[in-house]
């Protein structure tokens, strides 16, 4: 990093993007990069292919160090994801020789900050059992039993979308299987070592030691893990925390100004960039905010898919909604998104049909969890990624507000605060009411007729008596 910095890189001191992600960029440049070429390896032919010896020299060329400290460079690179060898896969260190390499993907860099979940993981090597008909690795097998133990509730539906990515990575060419193939074992090589492999992943703040990552029957180890999912999500939101942060413009309990609260609105046409930002923290916060899902459901307009989140939301209004119309609007959910031929008809694998249809004889709030479930893990692997890169939400983005903090002078702030009037108490509001209303009735004009037929009914009670 030392090297980098110091040099004249144009991303070399960007807040915007790592320099390691700079200086593999520019690696990968037709003209200046590594050198890239199609290798054979076994029967197969991989395109773009680098040898870690052109990645040493190279790295020792740009940035005028020796050998030893571009190899320790290179060996970074790997380590983080950056580069992963197509041979000796756990290793992650950079060979001088004719060992071969490949450039990781974008997508799975460690930048992008995806959440490392325990159900890819297990959908991936449920898919790996599969492809290999259960002749795993051993320390493969031993993560497939445990996860296979802890997620047993929902393991049906990790199965059935494992066999969906192999029947879809099945219809790919041979060179763009393997590749993938290539691909994402290098990812979790990194994010889920095999023991004895020391993964970059380890340090800083992705921190995560390997036994919280193979055990979890221990109290001290799920205290350690709750430890560092707390420490990622303070760190990942505390500039949202208006308990850590200053709000922008102003604290409208502070000061009474509610600019925040209208900047804040639920369908407010230009969010601020603070509400913009977190929605690239997860496809759940996407969700959960109402003005983003608008976002997202103009994007999925655009690309034909908008009956997911259509499907998706219904099924959240049956889940939260009343008891009397759960039945109507179970069946109103059949035929508008699962029946044959429906209007805004969702692509679903047949077991996952088979299991809606059934539920659907005797309906119940959760009785499209199954079929929601496989449309949420679609849109959140396939969409969400393409909304974060499409125009759509870079246009949201660039017109997002980004508000001036209000200087308030403590002599208006004091003015203010003379002007509030603590609330009532509801209780005190109700009584109030309450002897309103008896004086009300004690004031008014008597009714003759009402009078007269409570006394008839009493002396009716009498002479029964």
């Known amino acids: 990093f030392r090297a980098i910095c110091q040099s004249d890189h144009p991303y070399s001191l960007s807040p915007m993007m790592c320099p390691l992600e700079a200086v593999v960029l520019e690696m990968q440049d037709p003209k200046t990069g590594v050198k890239s070429q199609t290798q054979r390896l076994v029967i197969t032919t991989i395109p773009h292919a680098i040898t870690g010896e052109d990645i040493v ?196 309990w502070l000061t009474d100004d509610v600019t925040y609260w209208q900047l804040n609105m639920q369908n407010i046409e230009n969010p601020t960039k603070m509400r913009v930002e977190r929605w690239t923290f997860s496809f759940g916060e996407l969700l959960s905010d109402p003005r983003g899902r608008d976002d997202f459901r103009l994007f999925l307009k655009k690309e034909f898919s908008g009956e997911n989140l259509a499907f998706w939301e219904a099924c ?50 959760y009785v499209l969890d199954a079929a929601q479930t496989h449309i949420y893990m679609l849109m959140k692997k396939d969409s969400y990624g393409r909304y974060l890169k499409s125009p759509v939400f870079k246009e949201t983005q660039k017109k997002a507000v980004a508000p001036e903090p209000h200087n308030f002078s403590d002599s208006q702030l004091e003015q203010n605060a003379k002007k509030r009037r603590p609330s009532l108490s509801p209780i005190i509001l109700r009584q109030q009411e309450e002897e309103q209303k008896a004086k009300l009735a004690a004031s008014g004009p008597v009714d003759i007729t009402q009078v007269m037929s409570k006394l008839a009914q009493k002396k009716g009670t009498e002479h029964r008596t």
């Open 57 to 252: 020299e190279w790295i020792a060329n740009r940035f005028k160090v020796g050998a030893a400290e571009a190899r320790a460079m290179g060996t970074m690179m790997v380590a983080f994801g950056y580069i992963y060898p197509l041979q000796d896969h756990k290793r992650l260190i950079i060979k001088p020789d004719a060992s071969l390499y490949r450039f990781q993907t974008p997508y799975f860099w460690p930048a992008q900050q995806w959440p490392v979940e325990d159900t890819d993981y297990a959908i991936y090597l449920a898919k790996r059992n599969i492809r290999k008909k259960g002749m795993l690795e051993l320390h493969e097998q031993e993560q497939y039993n445990n996860l296979h133990k802890w997620m047993n509730h929902k393991w049906d539906f990790i199965v059935m979308q494992a066999k969906e990515q192999y029947r879809a990575g099945k219809e790919r060419k041979k060179p763009d299987r393997v590749v993938f193939d290539c691909q994402e074992r290098a990812y979790w090589v990194v994010h889920r070592p095999p023991p004895g492999t020391i993964s970059g992943m380890d340090y800083g703040l992705e921190r995560l030691f390997s036994f919280v990552k193979y055990k979890y029957k221990s109290f001290l180890y799920k205290y350690f893990y709750f430890c560092y999912r707390l420490v990622k999500y303070s760190t990942t939101y505390k500039q949202h925390d208006p308990f850590l942060y200053p709000c922008l413009p102003s604290n409208p």
């Open 316 to 365: 959240e209004d049956l889940k939260w909604g009343t008891a009397a119309t759960m039945k109507e609007k179970a069946q109103q959910i059949y035929k508008t998104f699962l029946a044959r031929g429906a209007p805004r008809w969702i692509n679903i694998d047949g077991k996952t049909m088979e299991i809606t249809v059934k539920g659907l004889s005797h309906p119940h709030r």
